[in-house]
């Protein structure tokens, strides 16, 4: 089974609202990494965050990592019909060099 | 740079053929993986590679074969293709398993 499970599985805003994803995972982790697909793309990186910080900020995004839960979120501030994607977590397991995605959350922001 | 590159982008395949999906890259990283990604799914390890010469299997490696000649390319052989394997399927590299960087995918139809 995959490593991290995002919720919701499906997300529908209005323009100018936030939007939060969670993600949740298995195993100790080295980092944890949020990407983002727009129909049916490549993924893009969008931020990092390593197993010794709890929260990151990167423009309109933050990212929080509670590592005793095993789950993160990302805040999407502001959301914009452009940030309508696929949002997904990767978790690289501190045993390997694996990099494992979880199922992805689909955010639909309505203009 | 061109990044990450991936041929075909689309491919048919009849069942119990074989084909080689190629991946290059030309930033010099050292890890490249590849992921398969079904639809409405997130992306599955197949194989990895830390650096040239060193393979390991992902989540999914079944019925796959992978190479490391150099640290430029990373080709995915399907050994015998089966309906199972239709698929989009992602070719990433990095300078270890922080930002990955993926190609644009391959469609494959396995008929």
């Known amino acids: 089974s995959q490593q991290g499970e995002e919720d919701p599985q499906a997300l529908s805003i209005q323009e100018g609202e936030n939007a939060t994803m969670n993600c949740s995972y298995k195993?100790?982790?080295?980092?944890l990494q949020w990407y983002r697909q727009n129909s049916g793309r490549g993924l893009v990186h969008l931020i990092l965050i390593r197993s010794n910080e709890r929260e990151k900020h990167s423009g309109r995004l933050r990212v929080t990592l509670d590592t005793s839960k095993k789950s993160s979120s990302l805040l999407i501030t502001a959301s914009r019909a452009a940030d309508t994607a696929s949002y997904f977590c990767a978790t690289e397991d501190d045993s390997s060099y694996k990099l494992i995605f979880g199922s992805g959350t689909r955010l639909l922001v309505r203009p | 740079n061109a990044g990450v590159t991936q041929t075909p982008k689309f491919q048919v395949l009849k069942t119990g053929q074989s084909m080689t999906l190629q991946c290059a890259q030309d930033?010099?990283?050292?890890?490249m993986s590849w992921y398969r990604q079904d639809p409405g799914m997130g992306l599955r390890l197949i194989h990895y590679s830390v650096g040239a010469g060193i393979t390991d299997q992902g989540e999914v490696p079944n019925g796959y074969n992978v190479s490391r000649s150099t640290t430029e390319d990373f080709p995915l052989r399907l050994l015998s293709a089966a309906p199972s394997q239709t698929s989009v399927y992602f070719c990433?590299?990095?300078?270890?398993?922080?930002?990955?960087?993926f190609g644009p995918g391959t469609r494959l139809t396995v008929l």
């Open positions: 930033m010099n990283h050292e890890y």
């Open positions: 195993t100790s982790i080295n980092n």
């Open positions: 990433a590299s990095s300078r270890s398993t922080d930002t990955q960087y």
